[in-house]
């Protein structure tokens, strides 16, 4: 079956600029990460979604960042004035339910570069 | 005290050797373990979970739990240049909010022919 999907793959913007990053989960997934790596970082948790609910936020890293989830399935985060220190590869990720027995899937990230 | 904590490497082996790579925790609570494979310019992909102390066996990959040690470790038997990659070991976060996973900082495995 798909896995997860995510568009675009590159994203080149200028400082300042809004961008949107999607997400498709896994058919049937009810929970949804966005996680970023950054180059020489490990994997950085953003946020969890729980069907259209976002009960853990804690880890986005300021208020220009924000999602949403609509229709228990696709996401959308959206970071606004961007600045260099974004740039990074952002990963979204699916598993069958938000407990800690259940296995994430990743999609293939969006690779962000801001000039 | 970093949460999830693995030599970050590289580790080096001939083809055909076994692979082993290692992962400590500090949460006692834990209770799920994950092995990621990420190859360069790739995104993680799960290659093996955990949950009972003692070893789980799936083809050429081994993943053994102590608990007691907080230790978790994966085995690769048999290694191929293809198992060149970098491995993350993961551990959920427990919270009220969600189960998001922390992950190490990865061990480069370098698998040479």
């Known amino acids: 079956g798909a896995g997860v999907s995510q568009s675009p793959s590159n994203k080149v913007t200028e400082k300042g600029k809004d961008v949107e990053l999607r997400c498709d989960p896994i058919?049937?997934?009810?929970?949804l990460y966005w996680y970023r790596q950054s180059l020489g970082q490990g994997l950085e948790f953003l946020i969890y979604?729980?069907?259209?609910?976002?009960?853990?936020k804690s880890g986005l890293p300021s208020d220009r960042f924000s999602a949403e989830r609509t229709g228990g399935s696709v996401s959308t985060l959206t970071i606004q004035r961007t600045q260099q220190e974004d740039s990074a590869v952002y990963l979204c990720?699916?598993?069958?339910?938000?407990?800690?027995?259940?296995?994430?899937?990743f999609g293939p990230g969006t690779r962000l570069t801001v000039l | 005290q970093k949460e999830v904590e693995q030599n970050s490497g590289p580790l080096s082996v001939p083809e055909g050797a076994i692979a082993s790579l290692n992962c400590t925790y500090s949460?006692?609570?834990?209770?799920?373990f994950f092995w990621y494979r990420q190859y360069s310019g790739k995104s993680p992909e799960l290659i093996m979970s955990?949950?009972?102390?003692g070893d789980k066996e799936d083809g050429r990959f081994t993943a053994q739990l102590n608990k007691a040690s907080q230790y978790v470790s994966l085995l690769i038997r048999d290694s191929q240049p293809s198992d060149s990659a970098t491995y993350l070991c993961?551990?959920?976060?427990?919270?009220?909010?969600?189960?998001?996973?922390?992950f190490g900082k990865g061990t480069t495995l370098s698998v040479s022919s």
């Open positions: 993961a551990v959920p976060r427990y919270n009220q909010a969600g189960t998001a996973l922390i």
């Open positions: 949460d006692r609570v834990s209770q799920s």
């Open positions: 955990i949950y009972s102390n």
């Open positions: 979604f729980q069907g259209n609910s976002a009960p853990d």
């Open positions: 058919s049937g997934h009810t929970a």
């Open positions: 990720a699916s598993s069958l339910g938000g407990g800690a027995a259940n296995e994430q899937f």
